[in-house]
């Protein structure tokens, strides 16, 4: 790992291991997509896989920034520009994540606890990231680097909506049906609900 000396470092570090939590999150959230079987639940996730590939752009706009940031303020730090992005960090929290919830959705389990089963793993991935957004929006505002600060900001704003819409669509529904093993059984339950998300679709 790199050597680290104040907080800019820290900060490069946490963007560097957010930009490979996000590349994982898109190679991942496909087969996640697949295995779920809610309209609504695959729509959300979609629309936040679409989401997420912006927030992979907006992290090279960060990094670029970083890097113009670093020569504006002629870093001491010899090799710093060709040595900051050049070898890769991987986010091993990310990996583990994914990987506990592949382990998970691969059980033997009803359409109903597979769906419930994909929105914890998926808010495990929001919540990871909304430490790791909301910290560095922190450490970049508390740098003076206001654009930077903006562009996490908006990322972390992202997250939370998705992470918000996820939690709504588990209580909502999914954990309900999950408990009877059923969604007929649940309907009684939300019949109007459930109606309604159907003729949507
Ligand atoms: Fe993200
Ligand atoms: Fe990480
Ligand atoms: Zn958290
Ligand atoms: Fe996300």
Known sequence: MEKMNDLRDLLRHEIQ???????QIIAAMPKMINKATDRTLTA???????????????LDRVQ????????????KKKGLLSGLFSKK???KAMQGIIEE?????????????RDAAIIACAQKIEHYEICGYGTARTYARELGMEKVAQLLEETLNEEYEADDKLTS?????????????????????????MRGERTRE
Request: glycine fraction near 8%; charge should be negative.
């Open 64 to 75: 670029q920034l970083l890097g113009e940031e670093a020569q504006a303020n002629g870093s």
């Open 101 to 113: 919830g592949n382990t998970i959705l691969a059980a033997d389990m009803s359409t109903e606890v």
């Open 44 to 58: 959300s996730l979609s629309e936040h896989l679409a989401i997420t590939q912006k927030q992979k752009q907006r």
């Open 169 to 193: 669509l588990a209580v909502s529904r999914i954990n309900r049906e999950a408990e009877s093993g059923s969604r007929g059984r649940a309907r009684s339950a939300s019949e109007g609900q």
């Open 89 to 91: 960090h991987t986010c």
């Open 17 to 23: 291991d957010l930009y490979s939590a996000e590349e």
